[in-house]
């Protein structure tokens, strides 16, 4: 793999870093934050590759080796890292093989108060972290890409880079408007690119409410053939709505 170099026992300095996760700062979105090479990478945490790898890596006392998390997809078994801090990753293992090979790691944007916070420091390889507007992903990829519908379980969730600069790239998104009025949409504008439908995000209404990254994950590439994809590249291409 590209990042296993990355993976490597902990130094003394890197304990220290992890003793101190839970008074790290946070930004409100919309404030500067650092460069993406000064945050920590969910891509160092997929390199990790198995239980041991994380354990050398992170230390065992950072590590919740079994828990249960609660989706709109279902209850998942998962590993946590840094757990009940702001620092929190959820990492899936791949199907059968638990402990054994990592298939995702996945980040939450939290909040403090109510409002959400960037902790400045998970961040991906490709150039994306939690609590992004839109706005800025779309300069990342190079182009626009698709999401599904808000207001639901799974809204907001990226379905396709659409050829972008992130297309092949083992990165994922959801993006939730954070704001307390719908980002100044009418109910009705609002409900426009709602559901489970799929959307260009250069929908005039995605545009002005633009949403944030509330939650990024790196994983495993699965394998497809070019068959398989031109398919799945038709699908994306038939359910997606007009961009207007």
């Not at 801090?85 to 995702?104: A, H, N, P, R, V």
């Not at 409002?115 to 998970?122: E, G, L």
Request: glycine share 10%.
């Amino acid at each position: 793999m590209a990042f296993l170099g990355s993976c490597q026992t902990q130094t003394s300095q890197e304990k220290q870093s992890s003793d101190s996760l839970q008074v790290s700062s946070a930004t409100a979105p919309g404030d500067s934050v650092p460069p993406i090479g000064a945050m920590k990478l969910l891509d160092e945490v997929l390199a990790c590759q198995d239980y041991n790898g994380l354990v050398a890596k992170y230390g065992e006392k950072n590590i919740e080796k079994l828990a249960k998390v609660e989706t709109g997809e279902g209850t998942f078994e998962v590993t946590k890292l840094f757990p009940n801090t702001s620092e929190e990753l959820e990492i899936y293992w791949k199907e059968g093989q638990q402990f054994k090979k990592i298939q995702d790691v996945l980040a939450r944007l939290q909040l403090k108060d109510g409002k959400p916070v960037i902790t400045a420091t998970w961040a991906s390889k490709a150039g994306l972290y939690l609590g992004m507007p839109l706005t800025e992903a779309v300069k990342v990829n190079g182009k626009t890409f698709t999401i599904t519908g808000f207001g639901w379980d799974l809204g907001g969730s990226v379905v396709s880079w659409e050829g972008g600069k992130l297309a092949d790239k083992n990165v994922n998104a959801r993006f939730e408007d954070m704001s307390s009025n719908n980002g100044g949409l009418s109910s009705e504008q609002y409900a426009e690119i709602s559901g489970e439908r799929e959307f260009d995000v250069q929908h005039a209404s995605i545009q002005k409410l633009n949403p944030v990254i509330k939650q990024l994950s790196v994983f495993e590439k699965p394998s497809f053939d070019k068959a398989q994809g031109n398919k799945l590249y038709k699908q994306v291409e038939e359910k997606q709505m007009p961009k207007h």
